[in-house]
């Protein structure tokens, strides 16, 4: 328990600080939020579940117990169809079970906490490495996977809290290829659960996505209408070195982004839990929430249902990776916040300054410079 802070939200937490971030990571589901100080100001984007305090819902995974922030899903999904001799639990072990310590490090003007999870039942572990830089405001993520075989989708699962009144908060990324509504809802009405756009829909307007009342919404402004809960995947571009995705949240006064690799995290999926799901424990609670998730996967389906044909992979793009036992597989995001105007209107681009640094493109022809070492992508 020496390696434990005090209770987080309730929940044991590991802790990682400096004069730039403060990070939590629960010892249950591996799930961290962080502040975030940057401009003499200290920003916490993360969401945390209203019902952090509140009994335990038994009939739920811990997921669900525990929700907040930022987690890793491996296998990401939940499954539709039993995988042969395997029953995972909602995003997979990664993200319900505990984290064993590992190590703390400091060097070089860094720290870095280093976890571990066995793959039980099944051949491998992960380890979770959050590395913290002074001087950044900026978490540096990594998930490796190593003596695991097979095929399996995976993926980051930041949760963003949002203003809740509709349509304050921007969300930008670089241009996907195209973009997917589910092919069904992600529940129904008898359930207590109500969706709005269109199930199916193929779309390359973020602007115009089609709804179930045949109209459209833009789904680049949110929350989208109050009563609804929703998922979107935004297909990236492979060729990119690295890919962005932002939320501006000029009411709080901060923008959230995160750079990946394409090649390892190939969609954007976007889940939009706004009130619209009325069973325990969320209660039409959710109000604002928004997972902006960087995954390789089919929806929210597990792993069956991303491995065999479905509506993503019969259009060429991946919708799992390849794991080998001889060779690791890191996932990696690079996760910033930092305190903006209020008439900041979004993120255009970001780009590598330098070794050191990046550079934020804002759409009034802003240029903001922000300490991020982006080699990390290929260390």
Not at 225 to 234: C, K, L, S
Not at 266 to 275: D, K, Y
Not at 336 to 363: C, H, R, Y
């Amino acid at each position: 328990m020496g390696h434990y802070t005090k209770l987080h939200y309730g929940k044991p937490s590991y802790a990682l600080t400096n004069d730039s971030v403060d990070i939590r990571v629960s010892v249950q589901s591996g799930m961290f939020t962080a502040s975030y100080t940057s401009g003499g100001k200290s920003i916490d984007p993360y969401f945390i579940s209203p019902w952090w305090n509140e009994a335990p819902f038994l009939d739920q995974d811990p997921i669900m117990q525990n929700l907040r922030g930022d987690y890793f899903c491996f296998p990401f999904g939940a499954d539709v169809s039993p995988y042969p001799g395997v029953s995972y639990q909602i995003h997979g072990r990664t993200a319900n079970n505990c984290w064993d310590f590992v190590a703390i490090e400091e060097a070089g003007g860094a720290k870095t906490v280093q976890l571990r999870m066995d793959l039980t039942p099944e051949d491998g572990h992960v380890d979770k490495v959050l590395t913290i830089r002074n001087g950044q405001p900026i978490v540096y993520t990594k998930h490796i996977v190593s003596g695991f075989s097979g095929q399996a989708p995976l993926g980051n699962h930041p949760n963003i809290q949002c203003s809740e009144v509709s349509g304050t908060a921007i969300i930008d990324m670089t241009p996907p290829l195209i973009g997917f509504t589910a092919p069904m809802p992600i529940d129904v009405p008898e359930n207590m659960a109500y969706s709005l756009l269109k199930p199916g829909i193929e779309f390359s307007d973020m602007t115009a996505v089609p709804t179930v009342y045949g109209d459209t919404v833009d789904m680049t402004r949110y929350p989208l209408p109050r009563g609804y809960e929703d998922v979107a995947m935004m297909i990236s571009d492979p060729d990119r070195d690295f890919c962005f995705s932002s939320i501006t949240e000029p009411a709080k006064g901060f923008l959230y982004f995160h750079l990946k690799d394409p090649k390892v995290l190939a969609e954007t999926l976007l889940w939009m839990p706004n009130s619209g799901r009325y069973s325990p424990p969320m209660n039409g609670r959710v109000l604002g929430n928004i997972g902006l998730e960087e995954v390789t996967g089919n929806f929210f389906y597990g792993r069956a249902e991303s491995l065999k044909s479905n509506a993503i992979s019969e259009k060429g793009y991946k919708t799992y990776l390849e794991f080998s036992d001889q060779h690791p597989t890191s996932a990696k995001l690079i996760s910033g916040t930092i305190p903006i105007e209020s008439s900041f209107a979004g993120v255009k681009d970001i780009v590598q300054k330098n070794s050191n640094e990046i550079t934020i493109l804002g759409k009034g022809g802003e240029r903001i410079d922000v300490p991020c070492s982006l080699d990390f992508m290929n260390s």
